[in-house]
């Protein structure tokens, strides 16, 4: 079916063809069980998605402070995925790829206003047309449904922090997600007992500009001051000036933390309420983030400039009930959630980018095809910039003129001997950088799971123009 005619159907009818499309595909075991021969009901799926959750200030990944004793628990109940690589190091572009299951360049979704067109399956479709109540909680004002990203979600909550004027003597009220988005999802999964849910919870508290409510934000004071230099002081942020900032570097790493430690004590109240209430044991659980933060490793605030390792590695951690605990250190992908979770529920797996995390789940480390990851994104009058990880290289391949503005077009990186990406070594092996570039050419030359979708764009209501401001979306 052309991309003309598959866009012409109704929505209903594509999800359907997808749907069958993607049985008539699978093995024959996975065709089973799709049919129902499960000898079991499906389970529920829960995947909470901690905006601008860098994996090193996690304490499980490595980081000194104690910032999240209650995921660090949780994750020893099942799988903690040490080389988890985003897709993209924007919101909007890397969950609309990890609910498709499709690389950036695919869905072309990459800066504020594209819209994810509806030609474009995504998990929650497919889910729901398998009987699975489908709710998300999306504060972040890049995933307002105007942008196409409430597809499949039968309840989909997008104004969880609607507020633009906050208290000046409370500013942490102004950007609080994480409690309201806790009563609500409580709430949506407690109504309907019996019937398997994905739900997806985006929390929004660590995402700039680091406001943690107390006592967090005395919780990780600076461990020693680190004055900003002019240049870096022009090229912060306006909604990352704080009034209280003094203009240190280590100020906004300690709230950082202290937005990072307060996320984990709600994320530990939700899953700790759901284990009392007996729904954890039917659940799969998927921790994870839509990007990392910089903070000045090369000259970078925030994130959506560079695809370094500050604003890519995330923490993926996944837990099954009865599962062993397990560490994982291949190279995975975001966009390997999409089949992963249609492989966790029994079905069948339409064509993507993304490869099933299922064997490596199930301690099957050569069933797991995947050799390297890769991540795109694309600024507002840039050309785009990709990134090829693999399990010691990593090259980042820039088009022109964002050579021009971040430096040389290829730089490659020996992450093992150097974790902070500070020597470029693509002068001095490049053969291993051809191959990599090759890689990436293959991967680009294939042909698309479906077709590209156009460049859309909607008008954008002044109250949704006014939250993107806020929090530095503004192209």
């Known amino acids: 079916m052309t991309g003309t005619a598959a866009s012409a159907l109704p929505r209903l009818a594509r999800v359907l063809?997808?749907?069958?499309?993607?049985?008539?595909?699978?093995?024959?075991?996975?065709?089973?069980?799709?049919?129902?021969?499960?000898?079991?009901?499906?389970?529920?799926?829960?995947?909470?998605?901690?905006?601008?959750?860098?994996?090193?200030?996690?304490?499980?990944?490595?980081?000194?402070?104690?910032?999240?004793?209650?995921?660090?628990?949780?994750?020893?109940?099942?799988?903690?995925?040490?080389?988890?690589?985003?897709?993209?190091?924007?919101?909007?572009?890397?969950?609309?790829?990890?609910?498709?299951?499709?690389?950036?360049?695919?869905?072309?979704?990459?800066?504020?206003?594209?819209?994810?067109?509806?030609?474009?399956?995504?998990?929650?479709?497919?889910?729901?047309?398998?009987?699975?109540?489908?709710?998300?909680?999306?504060?972040?004002?890049?995933?307002?449904?105007?942008?196409?990203?409430?597809?499949?979600?039968?309840?989909?909550?997008?104004?969880?922090?609607?507020?633009?004027?906050?208290?000046?003597?409370?500013?942490?009220?102004?950007?609080?997600?994480?409690?309201?988005?806790?009563?609500?999802?409580?709430?949506?999964?407690?109504?309907?007992?019996?019937?398997?849910?994905?739900?997806?919870?985006?929390?929004?508290?660590?995402h700039g500009p680091y406001v943690p409510p107390p006592p967090w934000d005395r919780a990780f004071p600076p461990l020693a001051q680190r004055p900003l230099t002019p240049d870096e002081v022009e090229a912060r942020p306006p909604y990352l000036t704080l009034p209280d900032d003094g203009n240190d570097l280590n100020h906004y790493l300690a709230q950082y933390d202290g937005d990072v430690g307060y996320t984990d004590r709600r994320v530990a109240e939700l899953l700790a309420e759901l284990g009392r209430r007996g729904v954890l044991a039917h659940t799969v659980v998927v921790i994870t983030a839509d990007h990392g933060e910089a903070f000045l490793e090369h000259g970078q605030w925030n994130h959506d400039a560079t695809l370094y390792e500050e604003e890519v590695h995330i923490p993926l951690i996944v837990v099954r009930p009865g599962d062993a605990p397990r560490v994982v250190e291949r190279v995975v992908s975001s966009i390997d959630l999409f089949p992963t979770l249609l492989a966790l529920?029994?079905?069948?797996?339409?064509?993507?980018?993304?490869?099933?995390?299922?064997?490596?789940?199930?301690?099957?480390?050569?069933?797991?095809?995947?050799?390297?990851?890769?991540?795109?994104?694309?600024?507002?009058?840039?050309?785009i910039q990709r990134a090829v990880r693999e399990e010691r290289w990593k090259l980042i391949a820039r088009d022109r003129p964002v050579a021009a503005v971040f430096g040389a077009s290829l730089e490659l990186y020996d992450l093992a001997a150097d974790p902070g990406e500070k020597t470029d070594l693509a002068g001095a092996q490049p053969e291993r950088a051809a191959a990599m570039v090759a890689a990436l050419d293959a991967v680009l030359a294939t042909e698309a799971p479906v077709p590209p979708a156009p460049a859309a764009r909607p008008q954008i209501d002044p109250g949704l123009e006014r939250r993107l401001e806020a929090l530095g979306y503004v192209d």
């Not at 996975?30 to 998605?49: F, H, S």
């Open 17 to 206: 063809v997808a749907c069958i499309a993607a049985t008539l595909a699978a093995p024959p075991d996975r065709v089973a069980v799709a049919a129902g021969g499960a000898a079991k009901p499906p389970p529920n799926l829960l995947v909470i998605v901690i905006d601008a959750q860098r994996a090193d200030r996690l304490s499980s990944y490595g980081y000194a402070r104690p910032t999240t004793p209650g995921i660090d628990a949780f994750a020893a109940r099942g799988a903690r995925f040490t080389r988890a690589v985003s897709v993209s190091n924007r919101t909007g572009t890397s969950m609309a790829s990890l609910w498709t299951g499709l690389l950036p360049s695919r869905h072309g979704v990459f800066r504020t206003g594209d819209v994810l067109d509806g030609r474009f399956v995504t998990l929650a479709e497919l889910l729901g047309a398998r009987g699975y109540r489908t709710a998300a909680w999306c504060p972040n004002p890049s995933l307002d449904r105007a942008f196409g990203h409430a597809q499949g979600w039968t309840a989909y909550d997008d104004d969880v922090l609607v507020r633009v004027d906050g208290d000046r003597r409370e500013p942490w009220r102004r950007w609080e997600t994480a409690s309201t988005i806790n009563e609500r999802a409580l709430r949506w999964i407690s109504a309907t007992p019996g019937t398997p849910f994905l739900a997806w919870l985006h929390y929004r508290d660590v």
């Open 345 to 383: 529920a029994g079905a069948p797996l339409p064509s993507s980018d993304g490869e099933s995390l299922v064997p490596l789940l199930e301690g099957d480390d050569a069933g797991y095809g995947r050799e390297r990851a890769f991540a795109e994104s694309r600024a507002s009058w840039r050309r």
